[in-house]
C-alpha cells in the first residue's frame, strides 16, 4: 500500500479540484465517451464556479486522498465527495451518507488508495450516526462496480445521470453499517 493520507479539500483549492477531476473523468471515461461530450460535461459541471459552490454546501464535504509515490513529494492522486441530507442528489435519506465521487488516477491505481477513501466514507458516515452508503456508478464501469461489490455494496435500483447532455444509466448501491 502506498504512503497516504487523506485531506479535507478547501475553497482555496478548487483549482486543485477541479483539475484532478478533469484528469480522472478524463482517464475513466474517455474510452466509453466522445471528446466532445466530455468537454460539455467539464463546462457544465466541472467549473470553478459550480466546484467553489459545492465546495461551500454545508452538507457536503470534498476530500483529497494524497499519496507519495517513489520517494516523491506527496500529491493529491484522487479525491471523494460526500454528501448527506438535502445535498444527496437522488435517495434523500436523513439516515444515509451518499458518496457521489470517488475517484483516483490511473498512475495511483491498485495501491489501496480506493479501499483507504471508502473505509474513510464508512467511518464519516459512523460518525454522523448513518445507517448506510449509498452511491451511483456509471452501469459500464465494469471496474468500479466489481470494486463497490467488493467493498460489500448491493445494488438497489437505477437512475439516470446526465454527461453533458447524453443521458446514462447509473446503478444504485448501498452498504448497510
Not at 34 to 54: G, R, T, V
Not at 132 to 145: C, D, H, Q, R, T
Request: with cysteine.
Amino acid at each position: 500500500m502506498a504512503n497516504s493520507n487523506i485531506k479535507k479539500c478547501s475553497l482555496e483549492q478548487v483549482e486543485t479540484l477541479r483539475n484532478l477531476a478533469i484528469e480522472t473523468y478524463y482517464e475513466t471515461f474517455s474510452d466509453t465517451n466522445s471528446e466532445a461530450l466530455l468537454q460539455k460535461y467539464f463546462q457544465e459541471s466541472l467549473n470553478i464556479e459550480k466546484l467553489s459552490a459545492q465546495l461551500q454546501e454545508p452538507h457536503s464535504e470534498f476530500y483529497f486522498i494524497y499519496s507519495k509515490a517513489d520517494k516523491q513529494q506527496m500529491t493529491p492522486a484522487g479525491f471523494l465527495k460526500l454528501n448527506i441530507d438535502d445535498a444527496q442528489t437522488d435517495v434523500m435519506d436523513s439516515t444515509a451518507l451518499e458518496v457521489e465521487k470517488i475517484y483516483i488516477l490511473k498512475a495511483f491505481l491498485s495501491q489501496g488508495l480506493g479501499k483507504q477513501m471508502m473505509n474513510f466514507s464508512i467511518d464519516r458516515a459512523i460518525q454522523q450516526d448513518k445507517k448506510y452508503l449509498w452511491l451511483g456508478v456509471w452501469e459500464s464501469n465494469f471496474p468500479a462496480l466489481a470494486f463497490y461489490k467488493k467493498m460489500g455494496f448491493e445494488q438497489f435500483g437505477a437512475h439516470d445521470f446526465d454527461m453533458g447532455g447524453d443521458i446514462q444509466t447509473d446503478l444504485m448501491f448501498k452498504k448497510v453499517l
